[in-house]
């Protein structure tokens, strides 16, 4: 097929790669929006959900006909579609970019108890005794030690997070840098319902 | 009804005319304010000539008296009669009457509106109507906001300002939506009116804050400064503090849309120093501690934007906040919220005081769940405009379908502008909408999924319908449970919602969808078609059947040539035709040119494919009274 080329930039070959390190370890890739000139001569309905004839109109045809990646390429955006102002849309992504995205950035911490939110930037950390240590400092609270056993047991508050699937998991289970490119917020729990997370 | 007519004077009058009654047409997508200072239509002047019954012997008098023949006490009458009508399209049927009508229509005119500013030029409007003293002027087509033309393509505010700084002293208003407008400019209307007093400017761009700076300190009567998703650029001024320091008369300053930072300290004092100040909205470098301190001062405030709604960065764990609840509480007045830029949702239960009175919120910027929302929508019981991310999901539309009885708008945009995600509301969203909602009379609705079942629907729920536009974002994507194309529920739409005048359609349509816009569209004026169609007969179906169109915007569609020619007829009742990525020649689009000679047909090269091949990028063509344009840039062609 003549989109070869653009082809194999849409499918995000490194997602699928088989490696044998850890997810986390390499920089996530930016997704490249080049913007479609213009697209003539628009297929069919038919095969309009299929790849189009002519690529210019850059339209994922992986994602299209119904294959899914485990990780999603960035579909090539089209020009103006949907029809959204550019200030919006760079207003709303600046917000976007506050979530992280498995790059690792600022996350909010919210404490069980506490009137409001705090944001840390997870990339100042270089490991769990640090960013305890920042968390314990910060509301004034003790984490206390971690366990692969036991969780925080023991301790007044456990640490949890959000990750990319949406679930809570304990902080302190995954290595560190896995930790943060899926991390996407952070809840310090009460111990007293922690203490069901670790069993 | 009109066939192929050559255009006379009365051609005139159609540029002239407004589509509709309210203000700055339907398409304005500024933020919501139900009570607008552009209400032109309550505009009367109670100017004499010194000959008829006015304000007795002080009135002043331009004309010197003279004894009134007949014919002048006639005129005399007649022009003191005209100066109550108010109507744009009353207005344009009086000044046909005969040319006596015609002169005293023009001299009693005061609110001068310009749908497309290349339609005329400057001169001929300002010796035609000679003591204006409101204009509103449109620019660009509406398709340039998402960069389908390139930059530079006009739309110059420079020539209308220098010839109303030498006709019109006594201008008081200037309107513009999405016009280029340069500082020099700005200077030029700050030091050519002096009782300047209302300034809005609606997706416009070419600005700074040092432009600003200049009408803040020289329009010393200025009573509205309304900044509505514009670009503003940083020229490092600190524009507020120019407006001066004895004291305003400001009504309304609009600025959210202004992204460089202000100083917070001229701004405080600037609001405390105008006591008429009603309207304000703030962009987001003000923090809520701010907000609070200008609350505090301006508690008559009826529309308030409430800049990024978080308190900044430096605030200390355990500190005590100000009473945010009671600021809100003592803004008696706030029917219309926005802002909410950078919102803690956690704030949000602040500005419960004045929910019951809301008619009017914008959380359009505001990443809000519906577990947030519902607290607060419970309330809102009087809300007739909602703006709001689809982040409140299906769940809060259906909490806002419970409560907001008397809705008459809605808008929904996308929090991720793809169109290859899940995407939080759907048909559910729009079904709960339709059923809670009853009075809903303009919708504008994002998603990924949508069912013709739901549409049909709301055609039947919603007969107040003047405007629907839903945008389906995933191209081509048939009604999801039924794998069949939207044609029914657009059909429906048509068909059942007797009012409507816009529409914007999306999804898989056939020309099926088209035959019934064509059938049943009998008053649609504005039509936006995107990625849509299966041939001509798409496009034939709707210029041969929609008497009242006049603003048609096509992109990506698989219409050509013929079907252009198809609306030869209908050409000159129209504002504009906008067809983009389509199936245009320019062989087409030259005999249009020539047939239509009272048409401009602009064809639009994308910056990066300037030779002159067959394939038409873009086409827009417009009428016009003057002919080519003559600030043509180099990738326009006029035909």
């Not at chain 2, 000959?51 to 007649?78: A, T």
């Not at chain 2, 409140?392 to 009885?405: H, M, N, R, S, Y």
């Not at chain 2, 001509?536 to 709707?542: A, E, F, P, R, W």
């Not at chain 2, 086409?619 to 180099?634: F, K, N, T």
Request: glycine share 6%.
């Amino acid at each position: 097929m003549e989109r070869s080329m653009a082809y194999e930039s849409d499918l995000n070959l490194k997602a699928t790669e088989l490696r044998l390190g850890l997810p986390g370890s390499d920089e996530p890739e930016k997704p490249s929006t080049t913007p479609s000139v213009r697209s003539n001569k628009r297929a069919s309905p038919e095969i309009s959900e299929e790849s189009r004839s002519k690529g210019s109109s850059c339209v994922s045809s992986k994602v299209e006909s119904g294959e899914r990646d485990s990780a999603p390429p960035a579909k090539e955006q089209v020009v103006g579609w949907p029809p959204i102002r550019s200030y919006r849309k760079n207003c709303l992504r600046a917000k976007k970019n506050d979530q992280v995205d498995g790059a690792g950035m600022y996350v909010k911490v919210s404490v069980d108890g506490a009137p409001y939110l705090r944001k840390i930037d997870l990339q100042v950390y270089k490991n769990y005794p640090e960013l305890l240590e920042t968390l314990e400092n910060m509301f004034k609270l003790t984490i206390g030690e971690y366990s692969e056993k036991e969780g925080y047991n023991g301790s007044d508050f456990a640490p949890t997070y959000e990750d990319k699937d949406g679930d809570w998991m304990l902080v302190g289970d995954v290595p560190w840098d896995m930790f943060i490119s899926s991390c996407k917020r952070l809840r310090i729990m009460k111990g007293s319902e922690a203490r069901g997370l670790s069993c | 009804m009109i066939t192929n007519k050559k255009p006379r004077s009365s051609d005139t009058d159609s540029i002239y005319m407004r589509d509709d009654r309210t203000e700055m047409s339907e398409d304005d997508d500024r933020s919501p304010s139900p009570n607008s200072i552009t209400d032109d239509s309550s505009q009367t002047r109670t100017y004499t000539t010194g000959s008829g019954p006015g304000p007795g012997p002080g009135s002043s008098s331009v004309l010197e008296y003279l004894p009134p023949c007949p014919d002048q006490v006639l005129e005399n009458v007649l022009e003191n009669v005209l100066w109550f009508l108010t109507s744009r399209k009353d207005r344009n049927a009086a000044s046909l009457v005969c040319r006596s009508w015609y002169r005293v229509e023009a001299l009693t005119r005061s609110d001068l509106f310009i749908g497309n500013c290349y339609a005329v030029s400057p001169k001929r409007a300002t010796s035609r109507f000679t003591r204006i003293r409101s204009v509103t002027l449109k620019g660009r087509p509406r398709f340039a906001d998402f960069n389908l033309m390139p930059p530079n393509w006009g739309a110059h505010l420079a020539p209308w300002v220098s010839a109303m700084a030498l006709t019109y002293p006594w201008l008081e208003k200037v309107h513009l939506k999405r016009m280029s407008v340069t500082d020099d400019d700005l200077a030029l209307l700050a030091e050519s009116f002096s009782g300047f007093k209302e300034l809005v400017l609606v997706c416009c761009d070419g600005f700074g804050t040092s432009g600003l700076a200049i009408v803040a300190s020289r329009c010393r009567q200025l009573k509205v400064l309304d900044l509505i998703e514009s670009e503003v650029s940083d020229d490092d001024v600190d524009w507020i503090s120019y407006f001066p320091d004895t004291g305003t008369c400001l009504e309304s300053l609009i600025f959210d849309c202004v992204e460089c930072p202000i100083d917070f300290d001229a701004l405080e004092r600037l609001v405390a120093n105008s006591p008429s100040l009603k309207k304000l909205r703030l962009n987001r470098h003000v923090s809520m501690g701010q907000l609070h301190r200008l609350m505090v001062q301006a508690p008559r405030l009826t529309h308030l934007g409430t800049g990024s709604f978080s308190p900044s960065e430096d605030v200390a764990q355990g500190e005590q906040g100000p009473d945010y609840v009671s600021a809100f509480a003592a803004c008696k007045s706030i029917v219309c919220l926005s802002g909410f830029r950078e919102i803690i949702p956690d704030y949000l239960p602040a500005i419960n005081p004045v929910c019951a009175n809301l008619t009017s919120l914008n959380f359009s910027y505001a990443n809000v769940s519906a577990e947030h929302l519902k607290p607060i929508i419970s309330n809102c019981h009087k809300l007739q405009i909602f703006w709001v991310l689809d982040s409140i999901c299906d769940e809060g539309l259906q909490a806002v379908a419970a409560t907001c009885k008397e809705l008459r708008e809605l808008r929904v945009f996308p929090f991720e502008a793809r169109e290859d995600i899940e995407g939080p509301v759907s048909e559910v969203g729009l079904q709960a909408v339709s059923e809670g909602c009853r009075k809903l009379q303009s919708i504008l609705y994002f998603c990924q999924r949508m069912t013709n079942a739901a549409v049909v629907a709301m055609s039947k729920n919603c007969p107040d319908l003047v405007v629907f536009r839903l945008c389906i974002m995933g191209r081509h994507r048939p009604d999801h449970v039924t794998g069949e194309p939207m044609d029914e529920g657009f059909g429906a739409i048509v068909m059942n919602c007797k009012k409507l005048t816009r529409l914007a359609v999306s999804g898989l349509l056939t020309d099926r969808a088209f035959a019934y816009i064509g059938k049943y569209g009998k008053i649609v004026r504005t039509l936006s078609v995107a990625f849509a169609g299966d041939s001509d007969m798409g496009l034939k179906y709707v210029l041969e059947g929609c008497p009242r169109l006049q603003k048609l915007e096509i992109r990506d569609s698989p219409f050509g040539d013929a079907a252009l020619l198809s609306g030869l007829h209908h050409y000159y009742n129209m504002r504009f035709l906008w067809m983009s990525a389509c199936n245009l020649s320019n062989q087409g689009c030259q005999q249009i040119a020539q047939a239509l000679p009272r048409l401009v047909v602009e064809v639009i090269k994308h910056e990066d494919n300037l030779d002159m091949d067959e394939n038409v990028d873009t086409l827009y063509m417009y009428r016009s009274l003057e002919g080519p344009r003559d600030d043509v840039p180099r990738f326009v062609s006029i035909l």
